[in-house]
């Protein structure tokens, strides 16, 4: 009995065992590209597997021709020959062959056909755009019939890549020469904000000369760089560490720069410092080649204008392809070192907000040292890599800046000869009405005619209030 129900239990088990299906199926089942694709060609093949005595097969494949364009054919030495095409045709969005054998039998896998295709379409975001590679009509002979198999259709598909997109703007359109400037954006690819992103920006006067290098991130800086400063360290001009710099000399800053690629790089290595209240102090620019793995130093030298507050201090220093006014881009994130400027010029109050801001933005805050007024131009750029593809973006801006508002002789400060100005005109009206007393009008001023804004057609205290709220504004 046990003897019996052992080789009852046995039989089903070996008779799945022994089971096999056979396939017909495009491989690989599945083809993917990214934007732009258009023209590029791939190859898939229509393949069987588990067959047993094919002595021949027919099938038509079938595909959206505004995507896909077949530009070649290759049959493959499956079956064993003698073997003859029946048919072998084709048109736009589809293709049959049917493939005989009168040699012995064939059993296994293996390809039949390799079709090659090329990209007729790039879809455009934030639209995709997909293609069934249809296997139809399927036949698989032997000498006794046809041989039930399973089909399996492919499928091709193209993605849109999202676009990149870089925004710069300012706080104001316009400010005066004491004002704290902010410059601040965002950086997007499609509608996501690009979280590990670098955006290089250069700020020029109305001549036209750099004031600023900054290179701001957008949240986490990318971890490795092709070019990356190692460090950034104030020193005498012979690269000995030095921490304080007196207003009027010349601060040095030894920028390490490291090349981690196969091939040189000419890096644009800038150094900006600023003082305690982020004012502009000045840059230096230097443009070296740099070898593959190679190490280089350099030292770069910025005198301390006398409009510089004493007090903590940073130095910047950065590494671009190109300058930013020429579509350069960032090839790491910056590098600071902190300093002292020493000096009898006290530091004001304002502490302007440093770059710390949501993913995918960026911001930066200063201050003007010169009193230059006029226009001046940003730049910004940025370059950004997905699936394997590099996408770069270049945007600017321009914002004026206007003389003190209230430093009416224009010697660059608000002071006591500006008070006496408007204490001069106090009491006075811009009255047109002949019947007015001549001594109301005697000492109108339009000039120090600041409260409310824009004026009210009379000096009264607000105007000696308003003035004096700004006493001792300085370029």
């Not at 060609?41 to 995507?67: E, K």
């Amino acid at each position: 009995m046990l003897l019996f129900l052992a080789l009852l239990f046995s039989l089903p088990m070996a008779s799945v065992g022994a089971q096999s299906t056979t396939k017909l199926y495009i491989n690989p089942s599945k083809v993917e590209y990214w934007t732009p694709a258009l023209n590029q060609t791939f190859t898939v093949n229509v393949t069987i597997a588990n067959v047993s005595s094919l002595t021949g097969y027919d099938f038509t494949i079938y595909w959206n021709q505004t995507l896909l364009d077949l530009v070649y054919v290759e049959i493959q030495p499956f079956l064993n020959p003698p073997c003859r095409v029946v048919n072998n045709s084709g048109g736009p969005g589809w293709y049959r062959l049917n493939f005989t054998s009168t040699g012995e039998p064939k059993s296994g896998s293996g390809p039949l056909v390799a079709l090659s295709f090329k990209a007729m379409y790039d879809p455009v975001w934030p639209e995709n755009a997909t293609s069934i590679l249809n296997l139809a009509d399927t036949y698989l002979y032997s000498q006794t019939g046809l041989i039930p198999h399973d089909v399996y259709d492919g499928e091709y598909s193209c993605y849109s890549t999202p676009p990149l997109g870089l925004i710069i703007m300012t706080d104001k359109s316009s400010y005066e020469i004491v004002e704290t400037i902010q410059i601040y954006g965002n950086l997007t690819l499609g509608l996501s904000p690009v979280q590990d992103g670098l955006v290089a920006l250069e700020v020029v006067n109305p001549d036209n000369e750099f004031i600023i290098f900054r290179t701001l991130h957008t949240g986490v800086p990318p971890a490795s760089q092709i070019v990356e400063i190692v460090a950034v360290t104030p020193c005498d001009e012979w690269g000995a560490p030095k921490n304080s710099f007196g207003i009027g000399s010349t601060a040095h800053f030894n920028v390490t720069v490291k090349n981690n690629g196969n091939e040189t790089q000419t890096v644009r290595i800038t150094v900006n410092i600023y003082d305690v209240n982020l004012k502009t102090l000045g840059l230096d620019l230097d443009i070296l080649p740099v070898a593959a793995g190679r190490t280089i130093w350099t030292i770069q030298s910025i005198p301390i204008p006398i409009t510089a507050s004493a007090g903590g201090a940073k130095a910047y220093a950065n590494a671009f392809k190109e300058l930013p006014r020429n579509g350069g881009i960032a090839f790491c994130p910056e590098k600071s070192a902190a300093f002292t400027i020493s000096g009898s010029r006290s530091a004001e109050t304002e502490t302007p907000r440093s770059n710390s801001n949501p993913e995918g933005t960026y911001n930066l805050t200063f201050k003007l040292s010169s009193g230059q007024t006029g226009n001046y131009t940003a730049y910004v750029n940025s370059e950004y890599t997905i699936h394997e593809k590099t996408q770069k973006v270049t945007n600017r801006l321009t914002f004026s800046v206007t003389g003190l508002k209230y430093d009416f002789n224009g010697n660059g400060e608000v002071d006591i000869s500006d008070l006496r100005r408007v204490a001069k005109a106090y009491g006075s009206a811009a009255v047109d009405d002949p019947e007015t007393p001549w001594d109301e009008t005697q000492y109108w001023d339009p000039i120090v005619d600041v409260a409310p804004e824009g004026g009210d057609g009379k000096i009264d205290i607000f105007d000696i209030r308003i003035v004096a709220k700004h006493y001792g504004e300085h370029i």
